[in-house]
């Protein structure tokens, strides 16, 4: 579904993506561990055409090819395929990021309607059935500062799901919750992957990549410094580094 290879990223003079490889078969969980400032956002950025890439390739969906160097040179797609693309592809902030003059139910047929084209009568169905999976079909007249964080994240993933994104990433998506709402967020992802949503998720609950995970990248320094199942990359890592990082979040 996924397949990166060579990818580098600079921000000025400064390298952020140093060569990552990665590779996410469809319906597979890989979740993206490492320190602060190590390029995970920059990466699912990057997946999600919401940064240049210096050079590499990205494909989603192997049809779907993000960026591809050949030759030496970088073979950018055009504004339409990348608006494509994108629809493919749903991405799960920190900062939940819901429009915050509409209500719940409106954020949720904004895009299906928008990008897709869908009737506003089938993205209201389909948008109910999104609100359903993730447990809040009594609040989908509710406004989000009316919901905690915890019930607003679970309406911005409701959101992703409504465009029924091939790929699905999430960046950190309980790092701004209180803790004890950490959990029912956890519970939706969970759900989702045992249906068999693609998806890549930049997380720092290593209990929930335990899991879920069906491959663990540690990233450091802009590079994949080591990958795997969970049960080597968590429990029986190879490098010091690794060992170190997991010390320090666990
Ligand atoms: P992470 O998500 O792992 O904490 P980021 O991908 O956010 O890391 O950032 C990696 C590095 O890139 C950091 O040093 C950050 O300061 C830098 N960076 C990220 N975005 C930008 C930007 N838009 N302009 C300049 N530097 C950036
Ligand atoms: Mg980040």
């Known amino acids: 579904m996924l397949r990166i290879s060579g990818l580098h990223k600079s921000f000025g003079a400064t390298p952020v993506l140093r060569g990552v490889d990665l590779a996410v078969r469809q319906g597979e969980v890989t979740c993206v561990i490492g320190p602060s400032g190590s390029g995970k956002s920059t990466l699912l950025r990057c997946i999600n055409h919401l940064e240049k890439v210096d050079a590499g390739s990205i494909e989603v969906d192997g049809g779907l090819i993000g960026y591809r160097e050949s030759a030496g040179r970088l073979h950018e797609l055009g504004d339409r395929a990348i608006a494509r693309q994108r629809a493919g592809i749903g991405m799960v902030f920190q900062s939940f990021n819901l429009f915050g003059h509409l209500t719940v139910l409106e954020n949720l047929i904004e895009a299906p309607v928008g990008v897709l084209g869908l009737s506003k009568k089938d993205a209201l169905v389909r948008a109910r059935e999104k609100l359903r999976r993730v447990g809040l079909a009594d609040r989908e007249d509710a406004y989000p500062r009316q919901l905690s964080g915890g019930q607003q994240q679970r309406i911005a993933i409701a959101r992703a799901l409504a465009m029924e994104p091939k790929l699905l990433l999430f960046d950190e998506p309980t790092s701004a919750l209180d803790p004890e709402l950490v959990g029912e967020v956890l ?57 170190d990082f997991l010390q320090r979040v666990l």
């Open 187 to 243: 519970a939706v992802m969970r759900d989702l992957a045992a249906a068999g949503q693609t998806m890549v998720v930049v997380t720092h609950e290593i209990g929930f990549a335990r899991e879920v995970a069906d491959t663990v990248v540690f990233l450091d320094g802009g590079e994949v410094l080591e990958t795997g199942p969970p049960g080597k990359v968590l429990d029986n890592p190879e490098l010091t580094r690794t060992r």
